[in-house]
């Protein structure tokens, strides 16, 4: 039967965020908006004021006198473990004991009857150190010996040393690429509710809600059972919530546990952004071998890392930087090694990309140092070592990569952007000479996705159906503003041909669904999207052999239309047509289940297929910098990016817009710096620099690639769209390269560090004066 009537929110149509309204109106609930029961305490953390010390005497006398002060909180109060490691490498203790290893490291917390009294009194602790040497960049943690924060690994395929025979030119070099604050709007915080027994309800603001659980019965030494972590919405994420919360939501229900009444802690911008990690900052020492017409033949590249104090995520992180060091590019004979050090700053962490987008801007600094050599277009030198699709497939981890569309993609940019036009005019602009020089590039993106943590990539979800039509949708994802609740809310939608607004997407909660997964990785629609459909299906299938039997039709004659179901001849109403399953006692709920198929990784051996698919894009940008203060603008940009059939087009079209600018901040402004202390000094918007509206591109032109569809059998077809776009803005870092390079006739490679901030243009602009 032809249907005449669409849903509204139907998959695959533009759809409002499902909280937009609230968000703009200040209506959007979050954890520091529930409504504190009557006694609620607040917590607050004494940290570090050193970066490396032995803790010689901790008097907390004064602090645990101050008016308000119900109580402090140390290592020796801890009642299971003193440890919040996310990968049971147990190197992270909650309080610190014996040894400060970073400055902002928590030594103890205080417990008050308000937050301003808490805050006040950590400042009252009398603390004696026995200061010790300190170590905060990577390489020169090498240079000091000190270890591996974890394993590191090799990637290896081909032999390198036949390769570097083999070219006729060959360029070793270093960069430098700094780490990123997640700057989100909403800051860390749990709210702690004790209940009868061992059991507590903590609202947190995280992204994985049943790692925060394991963590705080790992610290009340209970079972995991007694622990309920709720999740209704983040104001942003980014990676910084997917450990770094554990400790906040760990001392909250010790707190709440210990004096029997509700707790929340909430750290202010300055130490929320000195005690909690970031993106890592990378050295990479790379060594690229090439012939005559830039085709690469060889690269031996080492990563190294500054990860901070302890693993953390640091090995997944350094491991997937070197998955991502091919970018879109076939090296025939490659080493790829991580060297993930400990230094004596904050664990450094997950983040948007996870490693990924330091391993592509290494790529694009070689393809640049090629076509500088070689006096090409480096665009020419990018096509002729894309990835080919039968042959130049494999990676240097041995997946083949099967859904190349990046050729297609790049001349489509390519053309519709008039990128050759543009480039000769902006060689003609620098030609004259000139304070203003002009930069235009085009770099592609090749992100591989899943979470190579194998047992990561599995999802739940819990759809229920109640007897008036209308229905609930929970599942393990976490909401941080990305639009993951609409997203599958309209995948529910359609499997049941019904209106969006007929479905209630409610909180994650670790009561509903166990044993979830961070939502990272750019996995969040595609696990629990799947998930969702999963319980749908199941319901379905209960419907329509019901109806079967009730109707005595065949199954062939049932069939969901918008808003209502055709049985035979009759048609009913959504509505009635469950009510009358009701009646008959068919179960409307299930939980779904889904794993991701294919994907295997023997880490030993550097094999496998750890990504299911890879996502594609590519972005032209075009910039003016002035040459006598290194300030630039950025003065058009063009995007044609892949996801897939899109679920969402006007949220994924977002997505990639969100994702662009705040890559385009860890390229240019957005610079981390500690003195010689070891103490973060750009703790505050005020001394650390994101973009602003200001900073946007001028003319900012985002496509989405809508001949494109997922070839595995994700969610609708659709491909992630978290973190691929976070890559495209590398283009507005390689044109500020070919603005400066213009200065010395476009003779050498001006190698910038990231982030290319003014101060960092100028000083690039008087080297290739020099």
């Given at each position: 039967?032809?249907?005449?009537?669409?849903?509204?929110?139907?998959?695959?149509?533009?759809?409002i965020?499902d909280?937009?309204?609230?968000?703009?109106?200040?209506?959007?609930?979050?954890?520091?908006?529930i409504?504190e029961?009557?006694?609620?305490?607040?917590?607050?953390?004494?940290?570090a004021?050193v970066?490396?010390?032995k803790?010689?005497?901790?008097?907390l006398?004064a602090?645990?006198?101050?008016?308000?002060?119900?109580?402090?909180?140390?290592?020796?109060?801890?009642?299971?473990?003193?440890?919040?490691?996310?990968?049971?490498?147990?190197?992270e203790?909650?309080?610190?004991?014996e040894?400060?290893?970073f400055?902002?490291?928590?030594?103890?917390?205080?417990?008050?009857?308000s937050?301003?009294?808490?805050?006040?009194?950590v400042e009252?602790?009398e603390?004696?150190?026995?200061p010790?040497?300190?170590?905060?960049?990577?390489?020169?943690?090498i240079a000091?010996?000190?270890?591996?924060?974890?394993?590191?690994?090799?990637?290896?395929r081909?032999?390198?040393?036949?390769?570097?025979?083999?070219?006729?030119?060959?360029?070793?070099?270093?960069?430098?690429?700094?780490?990123?604050?997640?700057?989100?709007?909403?800051g860390h915080i749990?709210?702690?509710?004790?209940?009868?027994?061992d059991?507590?309800?903590?609202?947190?603001?995280?992204?994985?809600?049943?790692?925060?659980?394991?963590m705080?019965?790992h610290?009340?030494?209970?079972?995991?059972?007694?622990?309920?972590?709720?999740?209704?919405?983040?104001?942003?994420?980014?990676?910084?919530?997917?450990s770094?919360m554990?400790?906040?939501?760990?001392?909250a229900?010790?707190?709440?546990?210990?004096?029997?009444?509700?707790?929340?802690?909430?750290?202010?911008?300055?130490?929320?952004?000195?005690?909690?990690?970031?993106?890592h900052?990378?050295?990479?020492?790379?060594?690229?071998?090439?012939?005559?017409?830039g085709?690469?033949a060889?690269?031996?590249?080492?990563?190294a890392?500054?990860?901070g104090?302890?693993?953390?995520?640091?090995?997944p992180v350094?491991?997937?930087a070197?998955?991502?060091?091919?970018?879109?590019?076939?090296?025939p004979?490659?080493?790829?090694?991580?060297?993930?050090?400990?230094?004596?700053?904050?664990?450094?962490?997950?983040?948007?990309?996870?490693?990924?987008?330091?391993?592509?801007?290494?790529?694009?600094r070689?393809i640049?140092e090629?076509?500088y050599?070689?006096?090409k277009?480096?665009?020419?030198?990018?096509?002729?070592?894309?990835?080919?699709?039968?042959?130049?497939?494999?990676t240097?981890?041995?997946?083949t990569?099967?859904d190349?569309v990046?050729p297609?993609?790049?001349e489509?940019?390519?053309?519709?952007?008039?990128?050759r036009?543009?480039r000769?005019?902006?060689?003609?602009?620098?030609?004259?000479?000139?304070?203003?020089?002009?930069?235009i590039?085009?770099t592609?993106?090749?992100?591989?996705i899943?979470?190579?943590?194998?047992?990561?990539?599995?999802?739940?979800?819990?759809?229920?159906?109640?007897?008036d039509?209308?229905?609930m949708?929970?599942?393990?994802?976490?909401?941080m503003?990305?639009?993951?609740?609409?997203?599958?809310?309209?995948?529910?939608?359609?499997?049941?041909q019904?209106?969006?607004?007929r479905?209630?997407i409610t909180?994650t909660?670790?009561?509903?669904?166990?044993?979830?997964?961070?939502?990272?990785?750019s996995?969040?629609?595609?696990?629990?999207?799947m998930?969702?459909?999963?319980?749908?299906?199941q319901?379905?299938?209960?419907?329509?052999?019901?109806?079967?039997?009730?109707?005595?039709?065949?199954?062939?004659?049932?069939?969901?239309?918008?808003?209502?179901?055709?049985?035979?001849?009759?048609v009913?109403?959504?509505?009635?047509?469950?009510?009358?399953?009701?009646m008959?006692?068919?179960q409307?709920?299930?939980?779904?289940?889904?794993k991701?198929?294919?994907?295997?990784?023997?880490?030993e051996?550097?094999?496998?297929?750890?990504?299911?698919y890879?996502?594609?894009?590519?972005a032209?940008?075009?910039?003016?910098?002035?040459i006598l203060?290194?300030?630039?603008?950025?003065?058009?940009?063009?995007?044609l990016?892949d996801?897939?059939k899109?679920?969402?087009?006007?949220?994924?079209?977002?997505?990639v817009?969100?994702?662009?600018?705040?890559?385009?901040?860890?390229?240019?402004t957005e610079?981390?710096?500690?003195?010689?202390k070891?103490?973060l000094?750009?703790?505050?918007?005020?001394?650390?620099k994101i973009?602003l509206?200001?900073?946007?591109?001028?003319?900012f032109n985002?496509?989405?690639?809508?001949?494109?569809?997922?070839?595995?059998?994700?969610?609708?077809?659709?491909?992630?769209?978290?973190e691929?776009?976070?890559?495209?803005?590398?283009?507005?870092?390689?044109?500020?390269?070919?603005?400066?390079?213009?200065?010395?006739?476009?003779?050498?490679?001006?190698?910038?560090?990231?982030?290319?901030t003014?101060?960092?243009?100028?000083?690039?602009?008087?080297?290739?004066?020099?």
């Amino acid at each position: 039967m032809k249907q005449t009537v669409a849903i509204r929110g139907a998959a695959h149509t533009d759809h409002i965020h499902d909280s937009a309204f609230k968000h703009v109106m200040g209506a959007a609930e979050y954890c520091d908006d529930i409504a504190e029961p009557v006694g609620t305490l607040h917590a607050y953390f004494g940290t570090a004021k050193v970066a490396h010390a032995k803790i010689v005497s901790m008097d907390l006398s004064a602090v645990r006198a101050a008016p308000g002060v119900v109580g402090v909180l140390t290592a020796e109060d801890v009642p299971g473990v003193n440890d919040v490691s996310p990968t049971g490498r147990h190197d992270e203790p909650l309080f610190a004991t014996e040894k400060v290893e970073f400055w902002g490291q928590v030594l103890f917390a205080v417990v008050a009857e308000s937050r301003d009294i808490a805050r006040r009194a950590v400042e009252l602790a009398e603390i004696d150190y026995a200061p010790l040497d300190h170590v905060i960049e990577a390489d020169e943690a090498i240079a000091r010996g000190y270890p591996h924060v974890t394993d590191p690994m090799t990637l290896q395929r081909g032999d390198v040393a036949v390769g570097q025979a083999s070219a006729a030119h060959r360029i070793q070099g270093q960069m430098r690429i700094g780490g990123q604050d997640h700057m989100y709007l909403e800051g860390h915080i749990a709210f702690a509710m004790p209940g009868e027994d061992d059991d507590v309800i903590v609202h947190s603001s995280t992204q994985h809600p049943s790692e925060a659980q394991h963590m705080v019965a790992h610290v009340l030494g209970v079972p995991s059972n007694a622990v309920v972590v709720n999740v209704r919405r983040m104001g942003g994420g980014f990676g910084g919530k997917e450990s770094q919360m554990n400790q906040f939501a760990a001392v909250a229900a010790m707190a709440a546990k210990r004096w029997n009444r509700a707790v929340k802690i909430r750290p202010d911008r300055d130490q929320d952004m000195e005690s909690t990690g970031k993106r890592h900052d990378f050295v990479v020492d790379y060594d690229v071998a090439f012939d005559g017409e830039g085709r690469i033949a060889a690269v031996d590249n080492v990563f190294a890392a500054r990860c901070g104090w302890t693993s953390d995520l640091s090995g997944p992180v350094t491991d997937r930087a070197l998955f991502h060091a091919d970018n879109a590019y076939f090296y025939p004979h490659v080493k790829l090694q991580s060297r993930p050090m400990k230094t004596n700053t904050v664990s450094n962490t997950a983040f948007r990309g996870f490693g990924g987008p330091q391993g592509v801007v290494a790529a694009e600094r070689m393809i640049e140092e090629i076509a500088y050599s070689l006096g090409k277009d480096p665009l020419e030198v990018r096509k002729a070592n894309f990835y080919g699709t039968t042959d130049r497939n494999v990676t240097p981890y041995h997946q083949t990569v099967e859904d190349n569309v990046m050729p297609r993609l790049v001349e489509e940019l390519e053309q519709n952007s008039d990128y050759r036009a543009r480039r000769q005019a902006v060689l003609d602009h620098n030609a004259k000479g000139g304070i203003i020089r002009k930069g235009i590039s085009l770099t592609p993106v090749k992100f591989g996705i899943s979470f190579t943590a194998t047992w990561y990539n599995q999802a739940g979800a819990l759809v229920h159906i109640y007897n008036d039509g209308s229905i609930m949708l929970n599942h393990g994802g976490t909401e941080m503003g990305q639009g993951l609740n609409i997203k599958i809310a309209q995948v529910v939608a359609e499997a049941f041909q019904v209106d969006v607004d007929r479905i209630k997407i409610t909180k994650t909660t670790t009561e509903k669904v166990p044993n979830t997964s961070a939502t990272a990785a750019s996995s969040g629609t595609d696990l629990n999207g799947m998930a969702a459909l999963n319980a749908c299906e199941q319901i379905k299938e209960r419907l329509i052999r019901w109806a079967c039997d009730h109707f005595e039709v065949e199954a062939l004659l049932i069939h969901f239309a918008p808003n209502e179901v055709h049985v035979g001849d009759e048609v009913f109403p959504f509505g009635e047509f469950i009510k009358q399953a009701y009646m008959s006692r068919v179960q409307l709920w299930a939980a779904g289940f889904y794993k991701t198929p294919k994907i295997h990784w023997d880490r030993e051996k550097g094999q496998g297929r750890p990504f299911y698919y890879y996502a594609y894009g590519a972005a032209v940008a075009e910039v003016s910098v002035d040459i006598l203060t290194g300030e630039y603008t950025v003065d058009r940009v063009d995007v044609l990016h892949d996801v897939g059939k899109s679920l969402n087009p006007v949220l994924d079209k977002g997505q990639v817009e969100g994702a662009f600018v705040q890559g385009m901040g860890w390229l240019t402004t957005e610079e981390l710096w500690w003195d010689q202390k070891g103490q973060l000094k750009t703790h505050a918007p005020s001394t650390y620099k994101i973009p602003l509206a200001g900073d946007i591109p001028r003319e900012f032109n985002v496509n989405l690639a809508d001949w494109s569809e997922n070839r595995e059998l994700t969610i609708k077809r659709s491909k992630a769209v978290g973190e691929p776009p976070f890559m495209l803005p590398i283009c507005v870092f390689e044109a500020l390269g070919m603005a400066v390079a213009s200065v010395a006739d476009y003779a050498e490679c001006p190698r910038l560090d990231a982030p290319a901030t003014p101060e960092r243009v100028l000083m690039a602009v008087e080297r290739m004066r020099g």
